[in-house]
């Protein structure tokens, strides 16, 4: 069923692909995708069905009938079970359900009698795009393979946009470019069996956040247990991160309990408060069986690092770049000692933890339970009285907040407790994005605004998402350039069940001024030792960025020398150079400059570097 190109050895952990109708014309255009290390999956036909790179670890197929399925990625699905699914399977629709249930992180694909089905994650870390090629659609899991083949460049009104920080939903989701259309993470890419119509179809739903801690906890632990179970029951030799925070240490103990061996791999911080080493120390006194690797603190690269040596392929623009050397650097260590995946916690922050926003509606719902939190927060968080109560009286719509800040791009950022409680914080510009470009965002904003829905109606649930499809955007890239690294990364935090497992927690009981993160605390009570539960901070890696930034700072200024933003009229380079030579100027230290790094890192790894 599957040829191989005899130059294809991709590893697994960089699965990408296309798919295809089962068509005459759709197999003519699906030739022009093949190329050296590619590979071919076909319809029953005998036309191509995917083309692209994945490894026999991480695909399961199965043909019965009219219908054939494919799951590419993490899923410990057996094929017997996919032959039954697809056997049974009488309407696309049918896979919505089949989605909701299968752990791990995926892409699910799905011919039934000359219709095709494309999904990927709820999260947003594998995602689906469509374009029309030689008038056949195609849809892939990356945006710029079908850039390439239209021969198309980014847009520039598009780019603009990517300068906004930080860039709002929906925003964020969109292609950069304007022949490629991205499918929303919670739909699936509809091909009629005509192999020319093409629509998208809703297949998952946040669910209703009314469970108590006491149900939700044990559900959180079963998913985030299968989660962890899907990249670890094969054996081997495992690698985790172990910072000594809540997320990786339970990530570290889950795999412990797995047939793999765990190697534990801590960064300690150059900042003397830095506690991380004590607290991951703390953790391996109860591992006995996990190698614990602790590096050189003055050996960890610092934010900043590298950017002028970045040559990964990406899709869009992220301000992971910033992060990435921090990201990859023990990875090759990790390979010499065996590792097959490298396990994160990261997105424990967005699905453990949750936005204060819910207590805008828990104002006018809840009323006493609201005011007793919200004095507790009011606190924690050094809000005023008189900021507070305009934020809770502040009901405008998404549409109109969205519409509102186009106008107010260039304004200081408001303060804390209007974006803890509103729907998100707003998106700003600043001084050395031209007017130009400020125009374009500012139009791209008020055309969003006039027909966005929010994510969801209540403004806590909207935040909710969109930070973790915003935090999938940066993990998805660092993913690709992990499996380059040599170790695939997995973040079992960021897969659907578990998102949905603790989402469907009341907000009161998942965010509150009086606990630490009291889920993923509930949760692994038992399998956590309590004297790791304990810790109720994390290190923010302040002095990382703020050396960063005075080390680096001739790569920056190298960075504007020729650039390409500049080029394009979008800012001002003079601005960037002085700025480069100020890296202890007011402001650097809250990341205002990431969005438009961002953009400059990704233009100049484009080839051919086409704009229009």
Not at 29 to 39: D, I, L, N, Q
Not at 480 to 503: H, N, Q, T, W, Y
Request: hydrophobic share 45%.
């Amino acid at each position: 069923m599957t040829e191989l190109h005899e130059s294809a050895g991709t590893g697994p952990g960089d699965a990408h692909f296309t798919v295809f109708h089962d068509r005459a014309e759709a197999a003519a255009v699906a030739r022009t995708f093949a190329r050296p290390g590619t590979r071919t999956l076909h319809h029953p036909s005998g036309r191509p069905w995917l083309v692209g790179q994945w490894d026999d670890q991480e695909i399961v197929t199965a043909c019965a009938g009219h219908a054939s399925l494919a799951v590419i990625g993490c899923c410990p699905v057996e094929a017997a079970e996919l032959e039954a699914r697809a056997r049974r399977l009488r309407d696309l629709a049918e896979l919505d359900a089949l989605a909701r249930s299968l752990p791990g992180s995926f892409h699910l694909v799905a011919a039934l009698d000359r219709q095709l089905r494309v999904q990927g994650t709820a999260s947003g870390l594998r995602l689906v795009f469509h374009a029309v090629v030689d008038g056949v659609p195609v849809a892939a899991t990356r945006a710029d393979v079908l850039a390439a083949a239209l021969g198309s460049g980014p847009d520039v009104e598009r780019l603009a946009v990517r300068l906004l920080w930080p860039v709002p939903y929906p925003l964020f989701e969109t292609s950069l470019w304007r022949e490629v259309t991205a499918v929303p993470p919670d739909s699936a890419l509809i091909v009629a069996a005509d192999g020319r119509t093409v629509r998208h179809s809703r297949w998952w739903h946040p669910p209703r956040p009314v469970r108590t801690l006491a149900d939700g906890a044990p559900l959180v632990r079963e998913a985030l247990g299968a989660a962890v179970n899907a990249r670890t029951h094969q054996g081997g030799v495992v690698s985790c991160d172990l910072s000594g925070g809540l997320d990786s240490t339970s990530v570290c103990f889950l795999a412990d309990r797995s047939p793999a061996k765990v190697v534990a791999s801590t960064w300690p911080g150059r900042d003397p408060a830095d506690t991380d080493l004590y607290w991951a120390e703390q953790a391996t006194r109860h591992l006995p069986d996990v190698e614990h690797v602790v590096w050189d603190a003055d050996a960890s690269p610092l934010v900043y690092d590298d950017l002028l040596g970045i040559d990964d392929l990406m899709d869009e623009p992220t301000i992971g770049v910033m992060d990435r050397s921090r990201v990859l650097r023990h990875l090759p260590a990790m390979a010499a000692r065996g590792s097959r995946v490298h396990l994160t916690g990261i997105g424990g922050d967005h699905v453990a933890w949750c936005s204060e926003a819910y207590y805008h509606r828990l104002a006018r719902t809840r009323p006493l339970l609201a005011l007793r939190q919200l004095r507790g927060f009011r606190a924690l968080w050094q809000w005023p009285l008189g900021g507070t109560v305009r934020a809770l009286a502040d009901s405008r719509a998404y549409g109109r907040c969205l519409a509102d800040a186009a106008g107010h791009l260039r304004d200081p950022l408001p303060a804390s407790v209007a974006t803890g409680l509103g729907w998100g914080m707003p998106p700003r510009l600043f001084d050395w994005v031209t007017p130009d470009a400020g125009r374009m965002a500012e139009r791209a904003l008020r055309e969003a605004a006039s027909t966005v829905a929010p994510l969801h109606p209540d403004r806590g649930m909207h935040a909710d998402l969109e930070q973790i499809r915003s935090c999938t955007r940066i993990i998805r890239q660092w993913d690709r350039m992990a499996a380059r690294a040599g170790v695939p990364m997995a973040s079992p935090f960021l897969d659907d069940r578990v998102i949905e497992a603790c989402l469907a927690i009341r907000p009161q009981e998942r965010v509150t001024p009086w606990a630490y993160k009291p889920v993923l605390t509930a949760a692994m009570r038992g399998i956590v030792p309590e004297a790791c539960l304990r810790r109720t901070t994390k290190a923010a890696a302040a002095m990382d960025a703020a050396d960063g930034l005075r080390r680096h700072r001739a790569d920056l200024a190298t960075l504007w020398e020729n650039s390409r933003l500049e080029e394009l009229g979008l800012v001002d380079g003079d601005a960037l150079r002085r700025l480069a030579q100020r890296p202890s100027a007011p402001g650097l230290r809250d990341a205002i400059l990431y969005s438009t790094i961002a953009a400059e890192v990704w233009l100049r790894g484009l080839s051919p570097a086409r704009t229009r």
